[in-house]
């Protein structure tokens, strides 16, 4: 791994800082490096206030859609309220739905089916919509690109409001209205919200017309917070707010579905770690193994015993969704071998067999095994889709923006992306992407890099300093945990592999002349107990560890040399 230092913050800001928060100059430096600089934004900070969170209405297109909805109220219309298959989309449907129940019957919901559909909005939803009477439909976390789709609908005259998040392209489709902060003549305050983010923007602008306040939409938050840590957005600016707000719900107070699935977890207080890993993935097994209705049926239940057979149905779908990615990624280390590609500067992979709900979590489990922007593909229909994944700071939407003559569709972000082809444009796009990711990526990005906050010596680690550090949460892009930096350190003698491999290593360190030790846990790190012999240095962040009722700070270690 490459061990990066931040850059240190100018050293009059820190001090002022720090002065006017009473914290030693580390927490001031790291708050600094994270553009808090001030006692007013420190306070906005620590103390997330629904009270920060924008008036809707500065979304372009925010009053068209409310007005379109209002409309189709007045005139009793049939409202399709349709959604991607991921934990955002499935979460953002469960969210506008439940909503608009309460202020009108005449509400449905539709996810298109993975394979036979595919992502985003679908000819067969609109010739659903079309066939049962729906004169609206409102697209949840997709449609950006839909430019033929929606032309299709208005021929059939189905109106569109599109509500996304996704980069924009030279064209905008045809619709009523298209809420997506990132359009470039969106003022907007903040354009990171995720699909369910801009769900919730809708919902409130048309509370906002009941005089409904932001206290009145505090139970749907829990969706928002489940989205937001599930798509890895930013966790700052307005997205602070609401997954700090939303984690709150989710422990206090959850819908019966979140309540099910925690309930299946055995977890007692959720942090936002817990949501990624623990939640989203449940969520996310229903449109991937079965169909993202389960998703929504059980995140809108309202009987709690319902809810519990839902979930320990997504349970097993959650159970084959692991032991098939295990087998297909193994499958592709092979074909990566097979085919001498170790040394490429990415990683493109197909069999037409692989199961297509899993690819995107395939093209991760490649890229801990080998560290380049990544595709794997499979079979659909006549077509090859793909799911893409990229390293930290490669661009593979542009990336694939580059290959376009190959593809027939694409969409996503920076550091995710799907996309189709025709199969006989496979080895030509394999062989573009590789030319083209040669050609502009960094050398060193191929290389794991470890960003580093702040060197200091674990006499720093205080219970103050600890519980400053937690109070960071909720952590995320933008906001990651603090990482340290401390050197010279040994272990008392009683390190070992753990594990039933022996792949992890735990350890008791100190530093120096300082007789306290921390307790130290490195996951996949077992390889390294050679370098505990003599004094070593060590990158990690803080957790807290409990045992037996007793809670300790425990050190979680990336990485050592």
Known sequence: MRWTLKPPPEKEKVQKLAEELQVDKTIASILCQRNIETFEAAKKFFRPSLEDIHDPFLMKDMDLAVERIETAIANNENVLVFGDYDVDGTTAVSLVSSYLKTIHPNIATYIPDRYAEGYGVSYLGI??????????????????????????????????????????????????AVLNAKQEDCKYPFDELCGCGVGFKLIQALGSKRNQTIQDFIPYLDLVATAIAADIVPMNGENRVLAYHGLLVINQNPRNGIKALIHQSKKKELTITDVVFTIAPRINAAGRMKHGNYAVELLTEMDFETAVDFAASIEIFNADRKELDKRITDEALIQIIDNEEENRFSSVVYQEDWHKGVIGIVASRLIEKYY?????????????????????????????????????????HKYAAGLTLLPENYENFKNKFEEVVAKTIDKDLLTPEVSIDAEIDLSEITPKFFRIIQQMAPFGPQNMRPVFKTTSIRDNGYGKQVGTDKTHLKLNVFQGDNKQTFNAIGFGLGDKMEFVQNDFDIVYGLDENEWNGRKTI?????DLK
């Open 554 to 558: 425990q050190l979680l270690l990336k």
């Open 372 to 412: 380049r922007p990544t595709l794997v593909f499979t079979k659909s229909g006549d077509k090859l889709a793909a799911s893409a994944r990229s390293v930290k700071d490669f661009d593979v939407y542009n990336a694939l923006e580059a290959c376009s003559e190959f593809i027939e569709q694409f969409g996503g």
């Open 127 to 176: 010739d659903f919509a079309h066939d049962n009477d729906f004169s609206l439909i409102i697209a949840l976390d997709c449609g950006i690109k839909a430019i033929e789709k929606v032309a299709y609908a208005n021929e059939k005259n189905i109106d569109f409001i599109i509500c996304d998040h996704h980069k924009p392209g030279l064209e905008i489709p045809k619709a009523v």
